[in-house]
């Protein structure tokens, strides 16, 4: 088997019985080319990028290849065996020293697009919480906390990206990750589990602004599962977690809805004005036409308030409100 002169890439009409192992979890083939390979054939054949973009569209299978490209934007061989769910492949590519840190496009790694696949088939989000399982238990502590601390383009790591997608199964199952998010203590006859979470709560954090809490709170109602949010937030470690920020929040919420007082008073009096100023310009004769402008002055006015007024209410209410009604 040559070397590809194209530096990186593999043509998919050369290599698509290595796409194929892939694809269908085929341990056996896998195993067997990469133990009959020589050490530069071995090295493509892990780490180098399928070429879907300049595949002939005569062969067969080209529109599933490429419909995994377009979709998931997924070109290297340990990404493609995350994608499908290839677990064996998977294991195998790991035994053989594949390069488990590149990224795709958009900077996603593997973990990343775990998170995207398993969006894209909600019902089977269990299953990939396996997948991950299975990487957390074969790669190395350096290449997993490497892999949960990188940031996309979007500036999300994997956790991050999972609360953002809605995907608490899967948030959950990362979030237990020993020695980079969970600790375990033994004592006595028990088993405590302590969580780090001071990254997300120190004081000078919002560096990015971004929090997993804060991104589940804001969930977009197409990507709510209620029963499973309620859940979510009964688990312990999650209830104490809010019940904490709530508690070191407890003067700032105090304050929030002094303020909130505040300007509502503020609209108030401002439909009051305008009212005012209505009857005004009713009682000075105005004509028709000033009449209905002012009419309008006056809705525009009240609408604006009304909007602002909700809309800062719902942002800094949810974040309070939405632990409570599931605890």
């Known amino acids: 088997m040559g070397i590809e002169k194209d530096m990186g890439k593999m043509s998919l009409a050369k290599y698509d019985h290595w796409f194929q192992a892939i694809k269908n979890?085929?341990?056996?083939t896998v195993d067997k080319e990469l133990k009959s390979a020589t050490i530069e054939t071995k090295n493509m054949l892990?780490?180098?990028?399928?070429?879907?973009?300049?595949t002939n569209n005569n062969n067969e299978g080209v529109s599933d290849q490429e419909a995994v490209y377009s979709l998931f934007q997924a070109t290297h061989p340990i990404t493609l065996a995350v994608?499908?769910?290839?677990?064996?492949?998977?294991?195998?590519?790991?035994?053989?020293?594949?390069?488990?840190?590149?990224?795709e496009i958009n900077g996603n790694n593997?973990?990343?697009?775990?998170?995207?696949?398993?969006?894209?088939?909600?019902?089977?989000?269990?299953?990939?919480?396996?997948?991950?399982?299975?990487?957390?238990?074969?790669?190395?502590?350096?290449?997993l906390e490497f892999l949960l601390m990188s940031l996309n383009n979007q500036e999300l790591?994997?956790?991050e990206l999972a609360a953002h997608l809605g995907l608490l199964g899967l948030f959950d199952e990362i979030f237990h990750t020993p020695g980079i998010y969970m600790e375990e203590f033994q004592?006595?006859?028990?088993?405590?589990?302590?969580?780090?979470?001071?990254?997300?709560?120190?004081?000078?954090?919002?560096?990015?602004?971004?929090?997993?809490?804060?991104l589940i709170t804001f969930l977009d109602e197409g990507n709510l599962n209620k029963s499973t949010m309620k859940?979510?937030?009964?688990?312990?470690?999650?209830?104490?977690?809010?019940n904490s920020k709530i508690k070191a929040n407890y003067m700032l919420v105090f304050i929030w809805f002094i303020r909130k007082i505040i300007l509502f008073a503020f609209f108030f009096l401002l439909d009051s004005f305008s009212l005012t100023l209505e009857e005004n310009t009713m009682k000075q004769g105005a004509n028709e036409n000033a009449s209905l402008f002012a009419n309008k002055t006056m809705e525009k006015t009240s609408c604006l308030a009304s909007e602002t007024l909700y809309m800062v209410s719902y942002t800094h209410t949810m974040y309070i409100a939405v632990p409570l009604l599931m605890a």
Request: hydrophobic share 40%.
């Open 110 to 143: 593997i973990l990343h697009m775990l998170c995207y696949v398993a969006y894209s088939q909600t019902e089977k989000e269990q299953e990939f919480q396996q997948t991950f399982c299975l990487l957390k238990n074969h790669l190395q502590k350096s290449d």
């Open 83 to 103: 994608v499908y769910q290839s677990h064996n492949v998977i294991s195998s590519l790991i035994k053989h020293e594949v390069n488990v840190r590149v990224k």
């Open 157 to 159: 790591r994997p956790l």
């Open 231 to 242: 859940t979510f937030f009964q688990k312990q470690h999650i209830k104490m977690w809010m």
């Open 187 to 214: 004592r006595g006859m028990f088993t405590e589990q302590w969580f780090d979470v001071t990254e997300y709560e120190q004081i000078d954090i919002p560096k990015r602004g971004i929090t997993p809490l804060l």
């Open 46 to 54: 892990l780490n180098w990028q399928f070429d879907f973009l300049s």
């Open 25 to 28: 979890n085929d341990q056996m």
